[in-house]
């Protein structure tokens, strides 16, 4: 079942909850009542999930939640980070060897805690935010409801200031599901990649993960039913499900029973490192929004799920226009099996777009792509994943009055867009301006900021007309002499389903 499904699902469900029972009207026989358009409601309710940020003692990581003010929402809600808790399998098992007097006192402190929210929401329009330091933060379970409930957003930032994976690594705080591809990944001798499992239920989940490199599915040993405990977080390190080492890797997490919200930390021991979010689900057309205008390498990963081989065009959307990357043109993808080019220094001091399409028959693939900044020691690195339009509206958050980039990328249609600048979680007035983006065109925008502001603030894009628009936040930050970054794409929030027209049907209760 893919994420749309479920969102309707439970958007119905939600509404049901509310009206009670209900039946769907339809027009009668002669066909003089047509059905009439489906509504378009706020979600009710929310779920989020976030991995634990960093395994170094040199990690701070700040939290920060946002949610849109949203017309048509109830009066009420609250919107709550809690700890997924910080054991599960091995871990637990360490523990229960440990004095029971001890454990049993330890257990009842890590309750009391696990019952104090992380991090709660204030109120619609203004972003919270709550730091924490060292090694040991766990995974976080997230819900909003009510008027917390539509585009709930929480972005989790990371600054490492030394080892393996040094620099900034951000991540939004995803929805739980059952599937999720994640080209880029690597089991390379330089490479520390893991794969992150949250489950936020109440029973455990099992979950498979499949390697594929570019020979196909990599040989595993205990990538199959692995059981993520109820309310916890579980890393996975790629290099332990396989003895394989390559560059450039797929990863395919699939749910047996039950649902997880899924991650992937990828750390290099020279090049930094960041978050690799899932890409869309597989589909024959892809946009992966907004490539830094100052990235001197650009690596692309594509994997062809299934036994068809894709044939796809290159194209380069940059502020100018659609261009081809040269010696690029095309890349061939075998089926089951992963494609990497690299595309050298592309940008050429330009912000842009790659838009991948079918050169023949459409074939679904996934693909992510690797940016490195900077040069010898001072390299960064970053992953842009291929993402979903903006769509009515998309918000990205924990923005800085300098130091945030915002690049948008009309491939089809010229479209116009409004992007607002929230109040600052610490003070400030929220803001907006309206662009236009012409078609085949990426525009790095003037990011409005609020004024007088106070700490970090959200911004949010809504299409205004045209065609679909795909968008991507990059942050930046000076550490210790590295030009630190991390890149999120700002896919719709899906805050708004749309629900059928319905009519109380009392004779339900009759029946």
Same mark, same amino acid.
């Given at each position: 079942?893919?994420?749309?499904?479920?969102?309707?699902?439970?958007?119905?469900?939600?509404?049901?909850?509310?009206?009670?029972?209900?039946? %769907?009207?339809?027009?009668?026989? @002669?066909?003089? $009542?047509?059905?009439?358009? !489906?509504?378009?409601?706020?979600?009710?309710? /929310? @779920? &989020?999930?976030?991995?634990?940020?960093? $395994?170094?003692? =040199?990690?701070?990581?700040?939290?920060?939640?946002?949610?849109?003010?949203?017309?048509?929402?109830?009066?009420?809600?609250?919107?709550?980070?809690?700890?997924?808790?910080?054991?599960?399998? !091995?871990?637990?098992?360490?523990?229960?060897?440990?004095?029971?007097?001890?454990?049993?006192?330890?257990?009842?402190?890590?309750?009391?805690?696990?019952?104090?929210?992380?991090?709660?929401?204030?109120?619609?329009?203004?972003?919270?935010?709550?730091? *924490?330091?060292?090694?040991?933060?766990?995974? %976080?379970?997230?819900?909003?409801?009510g008027k917390f409930a539509p585009g709930w957003t929480v972005q989790q930032t990371t600054q490492v200031a030394a080892g393996t994976g040094r620099g900034l690594q951000g991540v939004n705080c995803t929805a739980p599901d059952t599937e999720f591809w994640f080209p880029g990944a690597s089991t390379a001798p330089?490479?520390?990649?893991?794969?992150?499992?949250?489950?936020?239920?109440?029973?455990?989940?099992?979950?498979?993960?499949?390697?594929?490199?570019?020979?196909?599915?990599?040989?595993?040993?205990?990538?199959?039913?692995?059981?993520?405990?109820p309310h916890s977080g579980e890393p996975i390190l790629l290099s332990t499900l396989t003895s394989e080492k390559q560059d450039n890797v797929t990863v395919h997490v699939s749910v047996r029973s039950g649902r997880v919200g899924a991650s992937v930390q990828a750390l290099d021991d020279k090049l930094g490192g960041?978050? %690799? *979010?899932?890409?869309?689900?597989?589909?024959?057309? =892809?946009? =992966?929004?907004?490539?830094?205008?100052?990235? /001197?390498?650009?690596? =692309?990963?594509?994997?062809?799920?299934?036994? !068809?081989? *894709?044939?796809?065009?290159?194209?380069?959307?940059?502020?100018?226009?659609?261009?081809?990357?040269?010696?690029?043109?095309?890349?061939?993808?075998?089926?089951?099996?992963?494609?990497?080019v690299d595309l050298g220094d592309v940008m050429r001091g330009e912000p842009g777009s790659l838009v991948l399409t079918p050169s023949d028959h459409s074939v679904p693939v996934v693909a992510a792509v690797r940016v490195v900044r900077g040069k010898g020691a001072a390299q960064e690195t970053a992953f842009i994943?291929?993402?979903?339009?903006?769509?009515?509206?998309?918000?990205?958050?924990?923005?800085?009055?300098?130091?945030?980039?915002?690049?948008?990328?009309?491939?089809?249609?010229?479209?116009?867009?409004?992007?607002? !600048?929230?109040?600052?979680?610490?003070?400030?007035?929220?803001?907006?301006?309206?662009?236009?983006?012409?078609?085949? /065109? /990426?525009?790095?925008?003037?990011?409005?900021?609020?004024?007088?502001?106070?700490?970090?603030?959200? &911004?949010?894009?809504?299409?205004?007309?045209?065609?679909?628009?795909?968008?991507?936040?990059?942050?930046?930050?000076?550490?210790?002499?590295? @030009?630190?970054?991390?890149?999120?794409?700002?896919?719709?929030?899906?805050?708004?389903?749309?629900?059928?027209?319905?009519?109380?049907?009392?004779?339900?209760?009759?029946?």
């Amino acid at each position: 079942m893919n994420r749309t499904t479920l969102s309707l699902i439970a958007g119905v469900g939600a509404l049901a909850a509310v009206t009670g029972f209900a039946a %769907l009207t339809s027009p009668d026989a @002669s066909g003089a $009542s047509p059905a009439k358009a !489906a509504a378009e409601l706020p979600v009710e309710r /929310t @779920s &989020l999930v976030c991995p634990a940020p960093s $395994s170094s003692d =040199l990690a701070e990581t700040t939290y920060t939640s946002f949610t849109p003010v949203t017309k048509g929402t109830a009066g009420d809600g609250k919107a709550e980070l809690l700890s997924a808790g910080e054991e599960s399998g !091995a871990a637990a098992g360490d523990k229960g060897a440990k004095d029971k007097k001890a454990g049993k006192d330890e257990k009842a402190g890590k309750t009391a805690a696990a019952d104090k929210p992380v991090l709660t929401a204030e109120e619609p329009g203004k972003p919270v935010t709550e730091d *924490a330091s060292g090694a040991d933060s766990p995974a %976080l379970v997230g819900t909003a409801d009510g008027k917390f409930a539509p585009g709930w957003t929480v972005q989790q930032t990371t600054q490492v200031a030394a080892g393996t994976g040094r620099g900034l690594q951000g991540v939004n705080c995803t929805a739980p599901d059952t599937e999720f591809w994640f080209p880029g990944a690597s089991t390379a001798p330089d490479r520390t990649d893991y794969v992150h499992l949250t489950n936020p239920d109440d029973s455990a989940a099992v979950v498979d993960i499949e390697l594929y490199g570019k020979d196909g599915a990599l040989e595993t040993t205990v990538g199959e039913g692995i059981t993520v405990q109820p309310h916890s977080g579980e890393p996975i390190l790629l290099s332990t499900l396989t003895s394989e080492k390559q560059d450039n890797v797929t990863v395919h997490v699939s749910v047996r029973s039950g649902r997880v919200g899924a991650s992937v930390q990828a750390l290099d021991d020279k090049l930094g490192g960041d978050w %690799l *979010a899932a890409s869309v689900d597989p589909t024959g057309s =892809l946009v =992966l929004p907004g490539i830094p205008k100052d990235a /001197t390498a650009v690596r =692309l990963v594509v994997f062809a799920p299934g036994e !068809a081989d *894709a044939d796809l065009k290159v194209r380069l959307a940059s502020p100018s226009g659609s261009i081809t990357p040269a010696g690029n043109e095309t890349l061939h993808v075998k089926g089951g099996m992963t494609s990497a080019v690299d595309l050298g220094d592309v940008m050429r001091g330009e912000p842009g777009s790659l838009v991948l399409t079918p050169s023949d028959h459409s074939v679904p693939v996934v693909a992510a792509v690797r940016v490195v900044r900077g040069k010898g020691a001072a390299q960064e690195t970053a992953f842009i994943p291929a993402g979903r339009a903006a769509g009515k509206r998309a918000t990205a958050v924990d923005n800085t009055g300098k130091g945030t980039r915002l690049s948008v990328t009309a491939p089809s249609a010229t479209a116009k867009i409004k992007v607002t !600048a929230s109040a600052g979680s610490e003070g400030g007035s929220a803001v907006s301006k309206t662009y236009t983006v012409k078609s085949g /065109t /990426t525009q790095e925008v003037e990011v409005p900021v609020p004024s007088g502001l106070k700490g970090t603030y959200a &911004l949010t894009v809504e299409t205004v007309s045209g065609g679909p628009v795909y968008a991507s936040r990059t942050l930046t930050s000076s550490l210790d002499g590295v @030009s630190a970054f991390t890149v999120q794409t700002l896919p719709d929030d899906r805050g708004m389903v749309a629900v059928p027209e319905a009519d109380e049907d009392l004779s339900v209760l009759q029946k």
